[in-house]
Each structure stands twice: as C-alpha cells, then as structure tokens.
C-alpha cells in the first residue's frame, strides 16, 4: 500500500489549492481517505475523510467551509481542495488511510504537501 | 469534541532507558487509542491501536495500555530510532483527535 502525494504548492492569500493523494497497491475503494494538517512545528489535526465508495465525507467542524475533499475512482486518486487560504492554512497536509483496520487508525500515510501561503 | 492530554510534552532519555508516555481523554473512549511515532521531516507511523494492540512490524518493546480515560505507551530499552515525537490518538468517532504531542530526545 503507498499513498503519492502532489508536490509543494506556493499559493496566494485569498486563493485556492487543490491537493491530490494517489493511491497504490490495494482497492481504492476498500478504505476511507483521510486528511490531516500539521503546522510546522505544531501537532496533527484531522481535517475529515471520504469513502471512495460512495463519495460520503465526514468533516471536522473546523475544516467546513474550508476542505473540500473528492475523489475519482478511475485514477485511484483523492483530492482536497482548500479555499480562501490565509497564513494560517500554511502547513504540511497528509492523507492517510486506515488500510483495513479500524476506522480512525491510519495505517497508511501519504508522504505530505507542503502549502505555503505567501504574498 | 474529545480532547486528548499527553504528558509530558517533552522528555530527555538515553539508550537502553524504559520510558513511559501518557495519554488522558476528555471523556470515556472505551479502547479506541491509537499511537504514532512521527520523527522529523517524516510521514507520523502509526505503532498502536485499540489501546494496545501492535501494528504491523512494530518491535515488541513498544506496549500500549489502558482503557477508559487514562493510557500509556512503554517503550522499553530505548534505541536510537526510538528518538522523534509522539502522538496519541482517539478513534472513537469523529472527530479523531490528537494529543499535543511528546518529544523524546536524547539525553
């Protein structure tokens, strides 16, 4: 099981991004994809997941309106698009998965992207 | 929201020393504990779950404990990989969330 991650992204204050998690070696719609922010220096925050099957997503309150999370089944590829980015979306943001075991016990990582909010 | 408290938030050790991490949630999560380690620059990799059950490949001197409120990570015989920080989770729902964080160093 591998999880590729998009590269870095230098983006501006007020804009969007989209990040793109790539999976390999299982069934992609097997296991929830989820999101996790990590400001530097700072400690993991869980921004949500979605279920390849069915495109169900489950948000943290604090992400709605900022995460959007799809996927297409076709290239095994997640998505998490942040909108209205201001300096405090900067941060590395990893996807993860459960693999297979319980729900919320991420198996899997992603190696991260780093978004950078700067003028 | 479930709130997760670890202690301490850092902590010096040498090799071959035992170490214990814990870990307090805001209300009862059963067993549904996670642990990761996270060393710098790197992916978190996930060591523990369900309180106490091993991932895969993990080395037996990892342990994981406790149930309700209150839980811990031993490690014993510090070796040298052992050294980067970690976190502890709840998968008792959503939304997960982590503790603060606890920083292994070496002495």
């Known amino acids: 099981v591998q999880l590729q991650q998009s590269g870095a992204e230098l983006v501006r204050p007020g804009a969007s991004v989209k990040i793109s998690c790539k999976a390999f070696g299982y069934t992609f719609t097997n296991h929830h994809i989820n999101w996790v922010k990590q400001r530097p220096g700072q400690g993991l925050d869980w921004i949500g997941y979605?279920?390849?099957?069915?495109?169900?997503?489950s948000y943290n309150q604090k992400f709605k309106g900022k995460a959007t999370l799809t996927v297409d089944k076709s290239s095994s590829t997640a998505y998490m698009e942040l909108s209205s980015l201001t300096s405090e979306d900067s941060a590395v943001y990893y996807c993860?998965?459960?693999?297979?075991?319980?729900?919320?016990?991420?198996?899997?990582w992603g190696q991260g992207t780093l978004v950078t909010v700067s003028a | 929201d479930i709130q997760m408290t670890q202690s301490p938030a850092s902590l010096s050790a040498s090799v071959g020393e035992t170490v214990t991490i814990t870990c307090r949630a805001s209300e009862n999560i059963y067993s549904y504990l996670a642990w990761y380690q996270q060393k710098q620059g790197k992916s978190p990799q996930l060591l523990v779950y369900?309180?106490?059950t091993l991932a895969e490949g993990v080395p037996s001197r990892f342990s994981g404990s406790g149930s309700g409120t209150q839980f811990s990570l031993k490690i014993n015989s510090l070796q040298p990989e052992d050294f980067g920080s970690y976190y502890c989770?709840?998968?008792?729902?959503?939304?997960?969330?982590f503790g603060g964080g606890t920083k292994l160093e070496i002495k």
């Open positions: 369900n309180a106490k």
């Open positions: 993860a998965s459960e693999g297979g075991l319980y729900y919320g016990t991420f198996a899997y």
């Open positions: 989770q709840h998968h008792y729902g959503t939304p997960y969330t």
């Open positions: 979605i279920n390849p099957y069915n495109d169900y997503t």
